[in-house]
T-cell receptor, first 110, second 113 residues
Framework: GIQVEQSPPDLILQEGANSTLRCNFS?????LQWFHQNPWGQLINLFY???GTKQNGRLSATTVATERYSLLYISSSQTTDSGVYFC????????????FGTGTRLKVLA | NAGVTQTPKFQVLKTGQSMTLQCAQD?????MYWYRQDPGMGLRLIYY???????DKGEVPNGYNVSRLNKREFSLRLESAAPSQTSVYFC????????????FGPGTRLTVT
């Protein structure tokens, strides 16, 4: 099955800094989602982005499907951005079996 | 719209006890999913239901059963709980499976002693 790897595993930033999180996948995909899990455990949808670029405020994401990776950009980070960021996908074969990466744990310091 | 709801929020079981986790969605989605998340880990798929009346195993199905009661509801049952099933359980739904965005419930924190 498809493998999903995220980097870096941990990231500590000073408030106001920018960061890039990466998600690599081992096969073609027709679905790629980014989630933020906040410190209370809630999973928040950030982007549904099987290809191309999307922006939402200080966050943006780019998926280059042909090269099998996706990037999540966080600009002007805030303490509320702290938590774990996951990417998840299924293979292009149409399986319903979503695979999650192991996440990037972000801590933003005031 | 409430989105995806789960009950209960917290549960403590003794080894060998059984329980059912409930999930409901009000987005008219066809597909529903159950995941578990162990500490410091990503989510792993337990079972999914591509559409009403169908269920299939995910990555870690052993020790669980599911029922797709109707289009709105998808339950997860632990017949004989084990300490290894201590985890946070998330339910999700999507419009039709692999090509569509998933939406998650708030989770159930289960401890088995």
């Amino acid at each position: 099955g498809i493998q999903v790897e995220q980097s870096p595993p941990d990231l500590i930033l000073q408030e106001g800094a920018n960061s890039t999180l990466r998600c690599n996948f081992s096969d073609s995909v027709n679905n790629l989602q980014w989630f933020h899990q906040n410190p209370w455990g809630q999973l928040i949808n950030l982007f549904y982005i099987p290809s191309g670029t999307k922006q939402n405020g200080r966050l943006s994401a780019t998926t280059v499907a042909t090269e099998r990776y996706s990037l999540l950009y966080i600009s002007s980070s805030q303490t509320t951005d702290s938590g774990v960021y996951f990417c998840a996908t299924v293979g292009a074969s149409g399986t319903y079996k979503y695979i999650f990466g192991t996440g990037t744990r972000l801590k933003v310091l005031a | 719209n409430a989105g995806v709801t789960q009950t209960p929020k917290f549960q403590v079981l003794k080894t060998g006890q059984s329980m059912t986790l409930q999930c409901a969605q009000d987005m008219n989605h066809n597909s529903m999913y159950w995941y578990r998340q162990d500490p410091g880990m990503g989510l792993r798929l337990i079972y999914y239901s591509a559409s009403e009346g169908t269920t299939d195993k995910g990555e870690v199905p052993n020790g669980y059963n599911v029922s797709r009661l109707n289009k709105r509801e998808f339950s997860l049952r632990l017949e004989s709980a084990a300490p290894s099933q201590t985890s946070v359980y998330f339910c999700a739904s999507s419009n039709t499976g692999g090509g569509y965005e998933q939406y998650f419930g708030p989770g159930t924190r289960l401890t088995v002693t």
